[in-house]
């Protein structure tokens, strides 16, 4: 695993062993997800809720996003996070939190937005996603026009109230959602 582009390009990435504790995004998923949002990162405050080895956060850190708040509920997760972001020389730039995701976000309660934000939960961990996404949006953590890329195994669309759908795509056994908050008028697509 490795930083695709960027500031950071080609930088190889630790993860932890066995896909029970993380599931890293695989290399060609990640690949597609950046070429949705490539064009909007720039400037942007990033949130990753469930961040395993920080890859997500630390790519969109490599191809401009401003800062990034990285939360693992793993205590080795978060040590592996730590050495990835000093790897990459982004580690000024992250906020990496050991709490669940409901933590994470209430902690956002002080003002600070996020307008691109990434959610992969452990798979058959459905409730949380949903959840993670209802709090977001109740909580209003979420900037004006904010991407949140949600990444399952469930074959819809994910859905929340105060978001819509902007893109669905299958890659193998992954299902990937892009939500926003933004007006319909504002997409491109």
Do not use: H, W
Not at 135 to 153: D, K, Q
């Amino acid at each position: 695993m490795r930083i695709i582009t960027g500031t950071a390009r080609g930088t190889r990435l630790e993860t932890l062993d066995g896909e029970d504790i993380t599931r890293p995004t695989v290399e060609r998923v990640k690949e597609a997800i950046f070429s949705m949002i490539n064009f909007e990162l720039e400037g942007r405050n990033v949130l990753d809720l469930f961040a395993g080895s920080g890859q997500m956060a630390l790519e969109a850190l490599s191809r401009g996003a401003a800062s990034a708040t990285l939360c693992d509920v793993n205590r080795e997760a978060i040590a592996v996070i730590k050495r990835n972001a000093q790897k990459t020389k982004l580690y000024e730039r992250t906020k990496i939190l050991s709490s669940d995701y409901k933590s994470a976000i209430n902690g956002c309660k002080n003002g600070e937005k996020f307008g691109i934000v990434f959610l992969d939960p452990p798979y058959g961990e459905y409730g949380m996603l949903t959840d993670a996404l209802d709090r977001m949006v109740r909580l209003g953590i979420l900037s004006e026009n904010a991407l949140i890329v949600c990444e399952s195994n469930k074959k819809e669309p994910v859905e929340a109230d105060g978001l819509r759908v902007r893109r669905f795509a299958r890659y193998g056994k992954v299902y990937i959602t892009l939500l926003t908050n933004a007006p319909e008028s504002f997409d491109e697509d």
